[in-house]
């Protein structure tokens, strides 16, 4: 389907601000969806925020107000600016692209300290 590739990531401390990126790439297809999922240690994968190709955006309860989602559709972008950062959102964060199926990519560990 498309290959993803993140960028971003890293050690911050409680309070800060990331800011998150990916790109979709590998010839034909369509994307209705670009977003972020995360899974952290002993818990299931979620879905943190997406958004459509029209702009319609939807986050997980426990980062709305916090965390914003963005793409650029002629370059198959999305971005995640995340403030306010908490221990709690430690995890590994998977970009995600929704065409026929929903495609992961490799994803970026992100370590929010107290």
């Known amino acids: 389907q498309v290959q993803l590739v993140e960028s971003g990531g890293g050690l911050v401390q409680a309070g800060g601000s990331l800011r998150l990126s990916c790109t979709a790439s590998?010839?034909?297809?369509?994307?209705?969806?670009m977003g972020w999922d995360r899974q952290a240690p002993g818990k299931e994968r979620e879905m943190v925020a997406m958004?459509?190709?029209?702009?319609?955006?939807n986050y997980a309860d426990s980062v709305k107000g916090r965390f914003t989602i963005s793409r650029d559709n002629a370059k198959n972008t999305v971005s995640l600016q995340m403030n306010d950062l908490k221990p709690e959102d430690t995890a590994v964060y998977y970009c995600?692209?929704?065409?026929?199926?929903?495609?992961w990519g490799q994803g970026t560990q992100i370590t929010v300290s107290s």
């Open positions: 958004i459509t190709s029209g702009g319609r955006t």
């Open positions: 995600t692209a929704v065409t026929l199926f929903t495609n």
């Open positions: 590998g010839g034909m297809f369509v994307i209705n969806a």
